[in-house]
Structure formats: C-alpha cells, structure tokens
C-alpha cells in the first residue's frame, strides 16, 4: 500500500486530502508542526509527498530543494499558485507535478497514480481476497468456488471498500465517501440499490448473506 503524506497548513484541506486518500487505498501520514518539515517527511519513509507552497514559516519551493538534497521521494506540488513562473521553479527544483487548487479530485487522483507509477513505487494490488471470495479489480469481476460474475463499476467499489476492511464494520456514509466525490450529491437510496444488486451478484456464485447489515450502523463482511 503505497504511503502519502500530506505537508499543507489548511486544516480543512488537509482532513479532506487525508480522506480521498486513504477511500482510494492508500496509507496517509500529514505535518501539521512546521518546524522542521524534512525530518518529518524523512521519518514518515512515504513512497510520494503532496506539498504546499504557502506554508508557515518556510515556503514550499525551499522545502523541495531540502528534501531533494537527500530523498528522491516524488513531490507533488498542491497549490493555489497557478502563475507559470512558480510552476516552473517548482519543477525545477525537483518537483515531480504541479496542481493547482481547487483541484478536480478524480485528476489529482490519476496524477497521483501517474507519478507513483513513473517512480517505480509500490504495485496496487490486482486482486483483493477475504472469506473465499477473490476479487479482480482490473477484470471488474468476482469469484469463488469455480463460479464467477462480473460487477458494474459501483458495485466493485463497493466491494472492494468492504474487503479492504474485512472485519470491520463500515458504515453508509463511509461507503458513499468511498464511491463518490463531494461534488456529486447522491442520496442514501442509491447506495442501497447498489448494495441490493451487489447482494445478488454474491449469490449467484453461492455466497447469500456474505455481506451483513449491522442494523444501524452499517455493514461488515
């Protein structure tokens, strides 16, 4: 599971990338003293840093430039600084992207990936498994016991959500968080249409009752 940490001063902002992140898989770490910022990131090992540029203290350009004298740790420049002598600088400096605030989740998400995926960092998994149940993320599909079916888009998420928490009890917010982003207003019907077709996928392949409803406070395989 690939590590991010988030060095931004915003509290608000900083909850939410922390949220989007760990939704999509991935583990966060966040600097909220600004002090001594490299040793921070140092001490995190993260496989990518999200940097902010405006920051207490220190701006992020010379962050950046500290960082690079010891770590080639992707970074990713999110900033509200949309000039293009600042993103150029940036890059530069050593920066490996540049976005600017307000970003569109889904094309800071396929930034992220894009730059994981050029540093050689760590593989997303391919398949997920819990309860002899496989998932195939690539194939949207799912099987046990010989038997396969193939899922819609919502309903792998949905899934996919469940089984990286197996055990857990995830509740319905969780999962609308998970499937779709605030800028899309669904309401809480949708999710249970969703999870009622998922149901029936799980038990044409033999697993009725696979995913429980914990009356009240969500759901748990």
């Excluded at 898989?25 to 995190?44: C, I, L, N, S």
């Excluded at 902010?52 to 500290?66: E, I, K």
């Excluded at 809480?188 to 009240?216: C, H, Q, W, Y």
Aim: with cysteine; aromatic share 4%.
């Amino acid at each position: 599971m690939p590590k991010i940490i988030i060095v931004e001063d915003d509290p608000a902002i900083r909850e939410e990338l922390a949220l989007l992140l760990e939704n999509e898989g991935y583990e966060t770490a966040a600097v909220t003293g600004f002090d001594h910022v490299p040793d921070q990131v140092r001490a995190a090992a993260p496989d990518l840093i999200l940097l902010d540029l405006g920051l207490p203290g220190r701006d992020g350009m010379s962050l950046c430039a500290d960082i690079r004298k010891n770590s080639r740790t992707p970074i990713i420049f999110v900033t509200s600084r949309d000039s293009a002598s600042d993103e150029l600088r940036a890059l530069s400096l050593g920066g490996d992207d540049y976005i600017t605030k307000p970003y569109n989740i889904p094309v800071l998400l396929a930034r992220i990936r894009a730059v994981l995926r050029r540093a050689g960092g760590p593989a997303e998994p391919d398949t997920l498994e819990a309860g002899g149940l496989t998932l195939h993320l690539t194939r949207g599909t799912v099987s046990a016991g010989g038997r396969s079916a193939e899922l819609t888009r919502n309903e792998l998420k949905i899934l996919a959500h469940l089984m990286a928490r197996a055990g857990q009890i995830v509740s319905r917010a969780d999962l609308i968080d998970a499937l779709w982003d605030s800028q899309i207003y669904i309401d809480d019907n949708t999710l249970s249409v969703n999870m009622t077709r998922l149901r029936a996928r799980l038990e044409e392949i033999g697993l009725p009752g696979f995913i429980k409803t914990r009356r009240g406070m969500g759901y748990q395989l």
